[in-house]
């Protein structure tokens, strides 16, 4: 089932900037989405148009088939933001924002109560829902906020640099709960992030974009496929045959670009073959980073 | 915790001066001071009815009822726009506007409840002035001159018709202003010069060269009290999730 729906979505700001370009998309239900680009390249405001925050210029979109231009209380009902723009008050406890949260959703309060203590909970935030968030520190008030996404049980997830500003402990249980979020309870995520490492942990498909522009969509392997499909055969060995053409990358250590798996155990039989002793051979295949500094590389070598 | 405490200050100091400090200062001067020639010939401009009372009576009056006035109205302006400033500007300032936005609320029903709130903080907050001058004053003179002092019909004008108007005004304005407003004290400075023609009539009625009757009051209060209806829903309709977030 289609929840996300973007069709030639372009947004172009009263001042004249362009930061959306005609986009098109098409998200499924619990599918982790990452929307990756460098900042500015129009992440933030793809999710404004998509909570209806922001009109579009041109195109349209839907989410679970409400139009946010249109309706936003709507898709607001539906959907849960994290980003950093959206905080919460100082004044007030943790649980205190989330049950007043919750009371905007119309959850009555008892269950409020129950959703505010077992989200604290899974979020490791239990001892600290007492607490004041003017005492929290950056990696609480983010991992709150995705409480407060979470409260009303959205179906679709806006997730924007959910783990900025969280240790590594926070971050690997934030990115647990997010798989759970989607694999377990169907909900879709959009996650919008400049980390493509981080991405290339969580995601299950992703979108390239830069300056407005889409590069690229795709799962993992279809980007293989589509960008880069060079792997790169790294082998470190004691005498390497000259006539074969590795490169020379470190002490014993030797690469040589191929195009398909099939081609390593021929190298490996003739630099054996040649009085070579290997002692490690790794096929590693481009990173989300390689695909997206090919995409950005080709792009601007058509510009030039 | 800290910024409430900032708010409530700013909230609490200028009735203070207004209700407290400002009128015991009038009748202490009354009281210590009545013979200046001066002031025989303002009170000799005064309606006959309350030239028939004793001096001091008199003067007490005249500060009760045409001094004090003037004076109070300042409050509703100052209280609204704090309150209304902390409540659209303080909330994008804090980042805590966009979280609102996203919840099932319309922009129309966010809007309404802030102006709703602070215009009833302010009213609060004017009422409870009233209520502490009147007794601080009624103490004082019955204290020092052994009399009633009794507000005229003006402050009734003053509290149901132009305290209300005059902090929709003030509201509406500050609201106007904090969607591009991007500090508490950038907001405010709009509802500076709603200051202006009241330190006018201050100045006017001190001066002797206006003496504001209930009439003018009335009338005053109806033409704000239709300002404040036609600021209120040219503002509404301005307002997007998209001119807030600016």
């Known amino acids: ?304 | 915790m800290t910024d409430n405490k900032h708010l409530f200050a700013s909230l609490l100091i200028v009735p203070l001066v207004l209700t407290i400090v400002l009128p015991s200062t009038f009748l202490v001067m009354i009281h210590f001071a009545p013979d200046d020639p001066d002031i025989q010939r303002l009170l000799d401009l005064l309606p006959q009815s309350m030239q028939t009372k004793g001096l001091e009576q008199g003067l007490a009056e005249l500060v009760l009822n045409f001094m004090l006035p003037v004076f109070f109205l300042i409050i509703p302006i100052m209280s609204a726009s704090i309150m209304a400033a902390s409540s659209f500007v303080g909330e994008k300032e804090k980042r805590t506007l966009e979280t609102l936005l996203y919840c099932p609320l319309s922009v129309r029903q966010i809007f309404r409840a802030k102006v709703l709130a602070s215009f009833l903080l302010s009213m609060m907050v004017s009422f409870i002035s009233f209520c502490t001058m009147m007794v601080v004053l009624e103490l004082e003179a019955g204290i020092l001159m052994g009399m009633v002092l009794i507000p005229s019909i003006s402050w009734l004008v003053i509290l149901l018709l132009l305290a209300p108007s005059i902090s929709l005004i003030a509201v509406t304005l500050i609201v106007r202003r904090s969607a591009k407003a991007q500090s508490v004290e950038e907001s405010q400075q709009s509802a500076v010069f709603l200051v202006i023609p009241v330190i006018l009539l201050v100045v006017g009625q001190s001066t002797g060269l206006l003496l504001v009757s209930a009439w003018i009051l009335l009338a005053f209060g109806l033409v704000c009290t239709l300002l404040a209806w036609v600021l209120l829903k040219t503002c509404m309709g301005k307002f997007t999730y998209e001119t807030l977030l600016q």
Not at chain 1, 286 to 300: R, V
């Open chain 1, 1 to 304: 089932m289609e929840t996300v729906v973007l069709q030639s979505l372009s947004k172009t700001y009263s001042g004249g900037k362009l930061a959306v370009r005609q986009v098109s998309l098409s998200l499924n239900q619990g599918e982790v989405f990452g929307f990756l680009g460098p900042n500015g390249a129009g992440k933030t405001t793809t999710v404004k148009l998509l909570n209806g925050m922001l009109s579009p210029t041109e195109g349209s979109c839907q989410v679970l088939g409400i139009n946010p231009a249109k309706e936003p209380e709507k898709v607001h009902r539906v959907s849960g933001v994290l980003t950093e723009h959206a905080q919460m008050y100082d004044n007030m406890t943790g649980t205190q924002n989330l049950i007043f949260y919750a009371s905007l959703f119309d959850i009555p309060s008892r269950e409020a109560r129950s959703r505010t203590e077992s989200l604290l909970k899974r979020l490791g935030l239990e001892n600290a829902g007492a607490k004041k968030l003017s005492a929290y520190s950056t990696g609480m008030r983010q991992r709150l906020s995705l409480a407060r996404a979470l409260i009303h049980q959205p179906r679709v997830l806006f997730l924007d640099e959910p783990t900025s500003g969280l240790d590594p402990e926070s971050a690997q249980n934030v990115n647990q709960l997010i798989r759970d979020l989607a694999y377990r309870e169907g909900i879709t995520v959009f996650l919008c992030t400049h980390q493509l490492r981080y991405a290339q942990e969580i995601c299950t498909r992703y979108g390239l974009i830069e300056d407005g522009t889409m590069l690229a969509e795709g799962t993992l392997e279809e980007l293989r496929h589509d960008v880069l499909s060079d792997t790169v055969l790294k082998i470190r060995a004691e005498i390497m045959p000259a006539i074969l053409p590795f490169r020379k990358s470190g002490e014993n250590q030797y690469e040589l670009d191929i195009h398909s798996d099939s081609e390593i155990p021929h190298l490996v039989r003739q630099i054996v073959e040649g009085g070579g002793d290997v002692y490690d051979v790794t096929a590693q295949k481009p990173s989300l980073e390689d695909i997206y500094f090919a995409l950005t590389a080709k792009g601007k070598g058509e510009a030039m």
